[in-house]
Nanobody, 128 residues
Framework: QVHLVESGGGSVQAGGSLRLSCAVSGYSDTNYCMGWFRQVPGKEREGVAGIYTTNVGHHYADSAKGRFTVSLDNAKNTVYLQMNSLKPEDTAMYYC?????????????????????WGQGIQVTVSS
């Protein structure tokens, strides 16, 4: 059984930083996209960033470019999202996701398609 468990969320003032972690267990495939999504009430879930488990590349939403960095520690089966220069509009529930095998990050986090597994979500609140 696959489990994705997020940690590291919380509250921060604008301009601050947070690092989210997602520990993955039970996913036996070795080549897939690990992604981060976020959602605010009343809006669709949007992809933020994704990285291949082979570490050959990543994908960022325009809103994340230059401020967020996605990384992977395969030894720990953990994916991270370092978020810097946070803005109040970054306030959302953040979700970790594992894409289908061999599905590109541009599809998983870019289009929100091909997600096989979701984490339970973790709240990030940025105050002005």
């Amino acid at each position: 059984q696959v489990h994705l468990v997020e940690s590291g969320g919380g509250s921060v003032q604008a301009g601050g930083s947070l690092r989210l972690s997602c520990a993955v267990s039970g996913y036996s495939d070795t080549n897939y996209c690990m992604g981060w999504f976020r959602q605010v009430p009343g809006k669709e879930r949007e992809g933020v960033a994704g990285i291949y488990t082979t570490n050959v590349g990543h994908h960022y939403a325009d809103s994340a470019k230059g401020r967020f960095t996605v990384s992977l520690d395969n030894a720990k089966n953990t994916v991270y999202l370092q978020m810097n220069s946070l803005k109040p509009e970054d306030t959302a529930m953040y979700y970790c996701a594992a894409g289908a095998p061999e599905t590109s990050c541009s599809v998983v986090t870019g289009l929100g398609l091909g997600v096989h597994y979701w984490g339970q979500g973790i709240q990030v609140t940025v105050s002005s």
